[in-house]
């Protein structure tokens, strides 16, 4: 019985031959009566008369509504018994001649055993990819054959790479290997192959190639045999080869469930290689626009079909596929656009058309930044800047009547810190360090809480600021703003005259304001040394004792040359900069980060004192003693040889540990707690302590939290330092060819090898530098090559 496959392909086209008088399906294949049919599996064939009638060689066919043929005798029976008979009749003569069996399987024999010589045709194979014809020239040592291919080139070929040899062929020109292949374009039609396989299907017959050319084409000679080859060898839809020996293959008719199966998957290929082919036009058309004419990156997550393959283009470009079916998609995407397959290749595509800034930062991308809040966490913070009771209205010391600086960078957008101080009646100074106080609004475990937990940190880029806490509540209801009341965390210290803590205090507070200050104009301040600003006076010189008295304890000071840089409008090709080089050893970034310590030395005594469980911090001092780079000049270049024998940090969050570098006996971060989860879970436990609540963490659980942590400001502290410097090259690369840089060496790395600091920008490079010069020495370079995106900065003395 007929499957319903194939009798659907039968009603189409029907197989028509006979060795005396039946032509060739390709002769049927331009009567009048057939016509295309796209609908049917068979579909190149039809009959354009209901019911035809009509006579050829003394056969008559007719041809019912139902469009079936109907004929007395099968012409594939006739045309398989008559190859049967005429093979079996030359099996009984060769048989009777040399004494051979005549009962052999037909199968053994269609494998023909065939042998290279001079002058034959062949196909073979000359990579994975491609099939050329050529003619057999001569032997080539013992196994190989020198060979003229279709192109006209001599080469010589193993026997393993032929793929067929053109029967009945003895003599051929190689020169007419081009007027062979375009004869035989003119008769490859895959068409033909279909109707044959359903017509083999039925009869449950193998062919091979020139059995099938003598079927379709109603002839073996060499040009239909090799037509009949080329189809079948390249079918992946209707025959799967049997076997092959030597040069010969035997082909079956695949089952009718699995044809359909392998139609499907082709059906579903092209419609791929479509949207493939449409999405690259896409891609054309975007490249070609003016920049500020290409289509919004939005635009191309409308539809899914290009939302998934642009996608894929996104996760190939940061490395970050989310299985190989979407890698798979990417490459081939930017295989039909004639690019490499490689993340620099997609990230230039992304960028050519639009779809990327020209700037992008990568690592936002990887890291999988979350730059957003969502519309709870949003909520929940619109909900804690409502007025409302605070839980230490009762506990806060009014410190309204200090003066108070806040001093910190000009594009600080979070202030959690501020100073004041005063000389005593016996003349000591008491300083006190005022901390924002966002504990007061945010409890622990909630949403809010939760949401800063997972940043851990806010990150700051020279493109923008990501805040730890949602921007309108960090700025509105935690910051401290000049000239309005402020809830504080207050640290108040009382110095002996060698700079160490005499007594402290730990309070609840409100404070004013007095002044916002930039490093800048904090440092002008204190070289005008205006009598106003006594307080100002006080605080530089409990720095100065503090300094004084944390390097008797061993502290290591190193302060080098920072960089920071502003860009405005990060999204233009061309956006501005702004670069500062800030030198650590400016008075008031000194006073600023004296308190900051000393705060740190005064909290983790607190907690010790009264058994808070807190992340206390410390480092192991060096084994190498710091006096083995007295020889060094002071600056950057000492505090860079400093760097590189610190030991790993360390922490405890059941007693403090001592912080070698820093000279304190113990040390917490406590002073940025809008900016840092760690310094938040700090506030945490001290504000339940002075509450005189439970404290919320025990040891066990700080650690759990602060490993998470430390694990978010890593990575942005890998995100901050990977920006500046992609922007310090950016601004190099602006820079005038000709203009000269001063530079410090810091250490030989090799020979004459130097790694070097360029003082007016505060980026590390390294270079030749001439003979004769020293470490500490200052030299004169010029920038040959800055490439920001592949983090490249060659420079050269002068």
């Not at 190149?44 to 009509?54: A, D, E």
Request: aromatic letters at 8%; a negative charge; one cysteine or more.
């Amino acid at each position: 019985m007929k499957s319903p496959m194939a009798t659907r392909a039968m009603s189409g086209c029907s197989l028509f031959r006979s060795s005396a008088y039946c032509p060739p399906l390709s002769a049927f294949l331009s009567l009048r009566f057939f016509q295309p049919r796209p609908s049917t599996l068979c579909g190149s064939l039809r009959l354009g008369h209901q019911t035809p009638r009509f006579r050829l060689d003394g056969v008559v066919f007719r041809y019912d509504g139902s469009g079936r043929s109907r004929f007395a005798h099968s012409l594939v029976d006739s045309v398989m018994e008559e190859l049967a008979e005429i093979r079996a009749s030359r099996r009984s003569r060769a048989s009777i001649k040399m004494g051979l069996p005549s009962s052999k399987e037909l199968f053994e024999l269609k494998l023909e055993k065939r042998t290279l010589q001079k002058g034959l045709l062949l196909e073979f194979r000359k990579d994975t990819q491609k099939l050329l014809l050529a003619v057999v020239q001569k032997p080539d040592g013992k196994k190989n054959w020198m060979v003229y291919d279709q192109n006209g080139t001599l080469s010589s070929i193993k026997p393993q790479q032929v793929t067929y040899v053109v029967p009945g062929i003895e003599d051929f020109d190689h020169t007419k290997i081009a007027d062979f292949v375009q004869n035989a374009q003119d008769l490859l039609d895959p068409s033909i192959l279909e109707c044959a396989w359903v017509e083999l299907l039925e009869n449950n017959k193998s062919v091979t190639a020139e059995e099938l050319a003598e079927i379709i084409y109603g002839s073996r000679d060499p040009l239909e045999s090799y037509c009949a080859h080329h189809l079948l060898s390249r079918d992946d839809i209707y025959f799967n080869t049997m076997e092959t020996k030597g040069f010969c293959s035997v082909y079956e008719p695949r089952p009718t469930i699995q044809v359909e199966e392998l139609l499907h998957r082709k059906l579903v290929k092209e419609a791929c290689e479509k949207e493939l082919e449409e999405f690259v036009q896409l891609l054309m058309s975007a490249k070609e626009m003016p920049p500020r004419s290409k289509p919004p990156k939005s635009s191309w997550k409308i539809e899914e079909k290009v939302k998934r393959r642009i996608e894929a283009l996104e996760a190939y470009a940061i490395d970050s596929c989310r299985n190989e079916e979407q890698k798979k998609t990417a490459g081939n995407i930017l295989k039909a656009m004639g690019l490499s397959r490689t993340s620099s290749a997609a990230v230039n595509l992304l960028i050519d058309i639009g779809y990327f800034p020209v700037h992008v930062n990568l690592d936002l991308l990887k890291f999988n930044i979350h730059t957003d809040y969502s519309d709870e966490v949003l909520s929940a913070a619109e909900k804690l800047l409502m007025p409302s009771s605070d839980p230490d209205e009762n506990n806060r010391k009014d410190l309204t009547f200090l003066k108070v600086y806040a001093i910190d960078v000009d594009e600080a957008d979070e202030l959690d810190d501020a100073l004041s101080a005063t000389r005593l009646p016996d003349g000591r100074i008491k300083v006190w360090i005022h901390v924002a106080d966002p504990s007061c609004l945010v409890e622990p475990q909630s949403i809010i809480d939760r949401e800063a937990m997972r940043r851990g940190t806010s990150i700051f880029l020279p493109t923008a600021t990501f805040p730890m806490f949602p921007e309108k509540l960090a700025m509105d209801g935690m910051s401290l703003q000049q000239g309005k009341l402020c809830k504080a965390v207050s640290v108040s210290v009382t110095l002996h005259e060698d700079g160490s803590i005499a007594e402290y205090t730990v309070d609840n507070s409100v404070i004013r304001p007095t002044y916002m200050l930039t490093y800048e104009s904090a440092s002008e301040l204190l070289h005008l040394n205006l009598e106003e600003e006594t307080e100002l006076r006080i605080l530089c010189e409990a720095a100065s004792l503090r300094s004084q008295w944390r390097r008797h304890q061993g502290a290591i000071d190193t302060a080098m040359i920072e960089p920071r840089i502003k860009v405005t409008n990060p999204e233009d090709p061309e956006p501005s900069l702004s670069l500062y080089v800030e030198d650590q050893s400016d008075p008031a970034m000194r006073l600023v980060s004296e308190m900051m310590i000393l705060c740190g030395e005064v909290i983790a005594s607190f907690g010790s004192c009264n058994n808070i469980p807190l992340p206390y911090r410390g480092q192991p001092q060096s084994n190498i003693s710091v006096s083995a780079f007295d020889h060094l000049p002071e600056g950057p270049v000492r505090s860079s040889a400093y760097v590189r024998i610190m030991r790993a940090a360390e922490m405890d969050f059941r007693n403090p540990i001592r912080h070698g570098v820093l000279g304190v006996p113990g040390y917490v971060q406590f002073t940025s707690p809008i900016r840092r989860y760690g310094d938040l879970l700090a506030h945490y436990q001290v504000k339940a302590f002075l509450r005189g609540e439970p404290i919320p963490f025990s040891a066990g659980e700080l650690e759990g939290m602060v490993c998470l942590v430390n694990m978010h400001a890593r990575v942005a502290k890998r995100l901050y330092s990977s920006s500046l410097r992609y922007w310090l090259l950016e601004y190099l690369r602006r820079q005038p060819r000709e203009r000269k840089f001063h530079a410090l060496i810091l250490r030989f790395i090799k020979d004459r090898m130097a790694a070097l600091l360029l003082t007016e920008v505060g980026i590390q490079a390294s270079a030749i530098v001439s003979v004769g010069k020293q470490i500490g020495d200052e030299i004169v370079v010029v920038v040959e090559e800055a490439h920001p995106r592949d983090d490249v900065l060659f420079i050269k003395e002068i």
